[in-house]
């Protein structure tokens, strides 16, 4: 019986087992070779992937980083590669689409200057529009959800909607339809959802990106991105292109991730179920009038707090329980009363790291507006880790009554 993810799981034993390791290693050393000896009847395209014997120049392909993407495609039904760095990853998905038009509204700001630092190269014209403008052939509908920063599964904006083409409600899957319907496609950036949280191609993605540093690496000592495609002549595509564009991982981060994805499945279904309750517990916070409090924590301190189990069910029927079948995101956003508030919380916690990035098994905080200027200065993101949830919120609960004092 072949190992396989059940739905709403990630298997431990693809994970553990889903690279074939060959040889007495059975955790495989870190590969510093940039060159391999030839052989007879040798791979001569390098892309020999679990065979070390037809590995040619570590720029095509080596041990380590082929054991990682064999793992990878088998956990996102599909076919992986991998990358330097997830904007590495994402500019790659720009010169292998070529977008005539790319259709993007907010996300990521790495994301958005991969496509200006694209957009620089190309002679043609090539105009960014909406998510929810009118779409034509040849572009590229570039959708990510759960949303950064505020870790929102994406919604459609009530005016535009059309029903679905199969009866039910995703928003994946509604702007799949939209885009095929004119010959175009659509990739995922589902950062914020790594299995088993999130399958983006059960709802018409073309193309899933992640950036691997977060969730997959998990551990916040490597960069990484990853693109997966539906077919191997896809892959062999951008494999094609990586050779050339020379923006392939390194050997220690792969080795770095092939040992992070051996616990992936243990690590964030915990973190997601503990942000969860996190998430839900400060919502209620926030309906507090200032004066009371709510299991400790002042009101009139938090205004919102943002997450993918408080979306409920939308006008279209759309309910992110639907696509997040695994689990709700582990990074999500509030908003506080006041500037100064915003501030000094993140230094007012003693289990949370004040830092960017997020995914990692230690819980991090940010003022998002110090990383990126386009963001509500009293916008702060918590990327929940492993951490006892009790504990958590025992330190959040501590943060809340410092800042609650912030300026009286």
Same mark, same amino acid.
């Not at 200057?113 to 570039?142: F, H, N």
């Not at 709700?328 to 509030?334: G, I, K, R």
């Given at each position: 019986m072949s190992p396989r993810d059940a739905p709403g799981q990630l298997s431990g034993t693809l994970l553990v087992h889903g690279d074939h390791a060959i040889g007495a290693?059975?955790?495989?050393?870190?590969?510093?070779?940039?060159?391999?000896?030839?052989?007879?009847?040798?791979?001569?395209d390098g892309l020999g992937a679990m065979n070390p014997d037809r590995h040619v120049y570590s720029r095509y392909s080596q041990n380590v980083s082929s054991r990682v993407e064999e793992v990878l495609s088998k956990i996102n039904h599909g076919h992986a590669l991998t990358y330097a760095s997830g904007l590495a990853a994402a500019f790659s998905a720009l010169v292998h689409f070529k977008p005539k038009r790319i259709a993007? +509204?907010?996300?990521?700001?790495?994301?958005? #200057?991969?496509?200006?630092?694209?957009?620089?190269?190309?002679?043609?014209?090539?105009?960014?529009?909406?998510?929810?403008?009118?779409?034509?052939?040849?572009?590229?509908?570039?959708?990510?959800?759960?949303?950064?920063?505020? #870790?929102?599964?994406?919604?459609?904006i009530p005016c535009t909607f059309v029903n679905p083409s199969n009866g039910e409600t995703s928003d994946i899957q509604y702007y799949a339809d939209k885009?095929?319907?004119? #010959?175009?496609?659509?990739?995922?950036?589902?950062?914020?959802?790594?299995?088993?949280?999130?399958?983006?191609?059960?709802?018409?993605?073309?193309?899933?990106?992640?950036?691997?540093?977060k969730y997959f690496g998990g551990h916040s000592d490597l960069l990484c991105g990853i693109l997966i495609v539906k077919t191997t002549k896809e892959r062999q595509e951008l494999w094609q292109?990586?050779?050339?564009?020379?923006?392939?991982? #390194? +050997?220690?981060?792969?080795?770095?991730?092939?040992?992070?994805?051996?616990?992936?499945?243990?690590?964030?279904?915990?973190? +997601?179920?503990?942000?969860?309750?996190?998430?839900?517990?400060?919502?209620n916070a926030g309906n507090v009038p200032e004066g009371q409090e709510f299991d400790g924590i002042p009101g009139g301190v938090i205004t919102?707090?943002?997450? +993918?189990s408080l979306q409920g069910t939308d006008d279209r029927g759309f309910n992110p329980a639907s696509q997040m079948e695994g689990g709700?995101?582990?990074?999500?956003?509030?908003l506080f009363a006041r500037r100064e508030q915003a501030e000094v919380f993140p230094h007012s916690l003693e289990y949370f790291?004040?830092?960017?990035?997020?995914?990692?098994?230690?819980?991090?905080?940010?003022?998002?507006?110090?990383?990126?200027?386009?963001e509500d200065p009293l916008l702060v993101r918590l990327s929940i880790g492993v951490e006892e949830v009790d504990d958590l919120k025992d330190d959040l609960r501590k943060a809340f009554q410092i800042v609650a004092k912030v300026g009286l």
């Open positions: 290693e059975v955790a495989p050393s870190i590969s510093v070779t940039s060159t391999f000896k030839a052989v007879p009847h040798g791979d001569p993007v +509204s907010g996300g990521y700001m790495g994301c958005h #200057g991969a496509m200006d630092v694209y957009l620089k190269g190309r002679l043609e014209k090539t105009p960014l529009i909406s998510l929810d403008d009118e779409y034509q052939e040849g572009d590229l509908c570039w959708l990510e959800t759960p949303l950064n920063p505020t #870790g929102e599964s994406r919604q459609v885009i095929h319907a004119v #010959g175009g496609k659509l990739l995922i950036d589902s950062t914020f959802g790594p299995p088993p949280l999130q399958y983006p191609f059960k709802f018409g993605a073309d193309c899933i990106f992640h950036s691997g540093t292109d990586r050779v050339y564009m020379g923006n392939m991982m #390194g +050997s220690l981060e792969s080795w770095l991730l092939l040992r992070s994805l051996r616990t992936m499945h243990l690590r964030v279904p915990r973190q +997601s179920q503990s942000a969860t309750e996190i998430a839900q517990w400060m919502n919102k707090v943002w997450h +993918s709700y995101n582990a990074t999500f956003s509030l790291v004040p830092a960017t990035s997020l995914g990692g098994v230690e819980s991090l905080v940010e003022q998002r507006v110090k990383a990126d200027p386009k």
